[in-house]
T-cell receptor
């Protein structure tokens, strides 16, 4: 099946800093989503972005489908950004969303 | 209620108990999903239902039994679980599921944190 790798696995930031999270995938995809899982376990959909660039406030994402990666940018980070960020993809030939291992982010005040 | 809701939020059960997890979506979606999230592991898809029909069973043991009576409700019936089944169980929904043209965004519920003693 398709492999999804996220980096870095862990990230500690000072409030106000910027960061870039990366998601690499091993095959062509129809669907790529970024999620934020807060400390209480809730998974929040951030972006649906199989290709191109999208922005939502301090967050933006870019997917380069031909090179099989996606980036999530967090600018001016806040403590409420803490949690785990997951990338998930749907393989072109598949029927199941496959998740990466996540990047655990801690933003310190 | 809006979005995807799950009950209970926390559940502690013994290995001989029978319990059920409930998921309800208020988004008018046709596909619903059960995921399992164990400590230090990626999210694992368990089951997919599309228009009330099960379309995926990701090699889940029979002690987990899903039920989808309609497009808005999804249950996970649990019996004779093992301690290693302790995990966060997440439900999600989307407009439809799968296929080469799938472009749907999945929306997740808050999860049920299950502990098996």
């Amino acid at each position: 099946g398709i492999q999804v790798e996220q980096s870095p696995p862990d990230l500690i930031l000072q409030e106000g800093a910027n960061s870039t999270l990366r998601c690499n995938f091993s095959d062509s995809v129809n669907n790529l989503q970024w999620f934020h899982q807060n400390p209480w376990g809730q998974l929040i959909n951030l972006f649906y972005i199989p290709s191109g660039t999208k922005q939502n406030g301090r967050l933006s994402a870019t997917t380069v489908a031909t090179e099989r990666y996606s980036l999530l940018y967090i600018s001016s980070s806040q403590t409420t950004d803490s949690g785990v960020y997951f990338c998930a993809v749907l393989h072109n030939a598949g029927n199941m969303l496959t998740f990466g291992g996540g990047t655990r982010l801690m933003v310190k005040p | 209620e809006t979005g995807v809701t799950q009950t209970p939020r926390h559940l502690v059960m013994g290995m001989t108990n029978k319990k059920s997890l409930k998921c309800e979506q208020h988004l008018g979606h046709n596909a619903m999903y059960w995921y399992k999230q164990s400590a230090k592991k990626p999210l694992e898809l368990m089951f997919v239902y599309n228009f009330k029909e099960q379309t995926e069973n990701n090699s889940v043991p029979s002690r987990f039994s899903p039920e989808c009576p309609n497009s808005s409700h999804l249950f996970l019936h649990l019996h004779t679980l093992q301690p290693e089944d302790s995990a966060l169980y997440l439900c999600a929904s989307s407009q439809s599921s799968g296929g080469p043209s799938a472009t749907d965004t999945q929306y997740f519920g808050p999860g049920t944190r299950l502990t098996v003693l």
